[in-house]
């Protein structure tokens, strides 16, 4: 299914704009299918699995940016992956968790303006996409971490990464919606490890009520907000905060 970004409640309107649903396995193939209809429903038929633990790169071949990230768990199982406008979507359909190495199989290098992230090292998601990690699932990423937003539905483990927020927001209400929620919304599981947060945007900014390990406030005239009783149990530099 495919929603706008603000969620469930507003699946996209494809009968209005015809969409193209691209699929590639371990970035390989050329399968599409086309969402039609006003409920946003899409399907991609013939993709052959080779192995469980293929990667599974889907996204919109068309001016809609929408892209996920999964992982299968055989040769067989039908895949069923919702996509949200302006949110890359980190999951897996094993036991997890996906890490950024699935997302370096396929993307941006590969299909610009079409791939929102690129993954060479670091992973770094475009200017104004979501990363989204849906309930039910882990992200692992295994190496920094640059986006304008996170959601956390599932679990996300930072271990001693670095997790760069360039986007702002205050909106303390959790959704795929781009605009004014918070850059940090979770309403699953963070673990920090020994990572660092660094709120990089230029807006008003809620900080989520989660312990951090290492969190760095660094823009320059940015009025940050506790979201209630926060925790920094090892490194809180100030860093250009007015």
Not at 58 to 69: C, K, L, M, P, S
Not at 139 to 156: I, R
């Amino acid at each position: 299914m495919l929603f706008r970004s603000g969620g469930a409640a507003s699946q996209y309107n494809c009968a209005s704009q015809n969409l193209t649903v691209a699929v590639r396995v371990e970035g390989a193939g050329s399968y599409s299918g086309t969402c039609t209809g006003s409920d946003g429903a899409y399907s991609v038929s013939g993709v052959t699995i080779n192995a469980a633990g293929d990667t599974v790169t889907i996204f919109i071949d068309g001016t809609v940016i929408a892209a996920a990230v999964t992982r299968a768990s055989d040769t067989t199982s039908n895949i069923g992956v919702d996509l949200y406008s302006n949110a890359v979507v980190a999951r897996h359909e094993d036991a997890g968790p996906i890490t950024s190495a699935s997302f370096s199989v396929y993307d941006s290098d590969n299909y610009n303006n079409r791939v929102p992230f690129t993954a060479n090292g670091t992973l770094v998601v475009d200017n104004g996409i979501k990363l989204f990690v849906p309930s039910g699932y882990t992200f692992t990423p295994g190496v920094d971490v640059t986006t304008n937003a996170l959601f956390v539905q599932g679990t996300f483990n930072q271990g001693a990464t670095t997790l760069t927020l360039n986007g702002g927001g205050t909106n303390t209400s959790c959704s795929t919606a781009t605009g004014t929620m918070i850059p940090l919304c979770v309403s699953g599981t963070f673990n920090v490890g020994t990572g660092t947060t660094n709120f990089a945007g230029n807006a008003a900014t809620t900080l989520t009520t989660i312990t951090y390990y290492n969190l760095t406030l660094n823009q320059s005239g940015t009025t940050f907000t506790l979201g209630g009783a926060t925790t920094v149990s090892n490194d809180l530099p100030l860093l250009r905060v007015r």
